[in-house]
């Protein structure tokens, strides 16, 4: 069996962060979509050797089953334009991956456009570039981390991706007009 990454193409709709994967189902699907967790319920109450391989088949298969419901949901709804769902997909791919890489190119390259294009259309689409986007995301996850964990400053400046604290206080203190301490003092 084939670990599954829940953040990958194959599943990224169902993780939308602009909550388009909302589904419409038929009763007859919501009544597929019970049993199958209430499956999942009982696998997790079992007690066996192979409980969680079971559990991890079973979670894929649903998976699947999601992902082929909300692809006949969407086809039929005639979702958004290419420009504003390419933007969709770059907003995804941002939330997921942005604490591994901070590189507007790689995530052109993932989507298949040249980073001019992704940031054209980011800046029509939203006002904003991609790479204001993307440090968007990175500093809501700094501020979580900086009011939810009690780690030092410069721990959580290795855990976002810098490699020395003062350029993580540079970049915390420009976008969010704090540096990281006075953010802490004012939200913990």
């Known amino acids: 069996m084939y670990p599954v990454d829940l953040f990958n193409e194959e599943f990224q709709d169902l993780f939308d962060i602009e909550n388009e994967n909302a589904l419409s189902i038929s009763s007859s699907d919501f009544n597929e979509l019970k049993g199958q967790l209430e499956q999942l319920q009982r696998l997790y109450g079992m007690d066996s050797a192979r409980r969680y391989h079971k559990i991890a088949t079973y979670t894929t298969f649903l998976l699947f089953r999601l992902k082929e419901l909300w692809l006949k949901n969407s086809y039929s709804s005639e979702k958004k334009n290419h420009a504003a769902n390419l933007v969709r997909r770059y907003l995804n ?36 570039t991609a790479k204001a986007l993307l440090e968007e995301q990175l500093v809501k996850t700094a501020k979580l981390q900086l009011t939810y964990d009690r780690r030092p400053i410069s721990d959580v400046s290795f855990s976002l991706g810098f490699e020395e604290p003062t350029n993580f206080s540079r970049f915390f203190k420009r976008n969010t007009g704090l540096s990281p301490q006075e953010y802490i003092h004012q939200n913990r």
């Open 93 to 128: 791919l941002a939330a997921h991956l942005h604490l591994k890489n901070r590189k507007v190119s790689s995530y052109a390259v993932k989507l298949g456009v040249t980073p001019n294009h992704l940031n054209a259309v980011c800046k029509k689409d939203t006002g904003k």
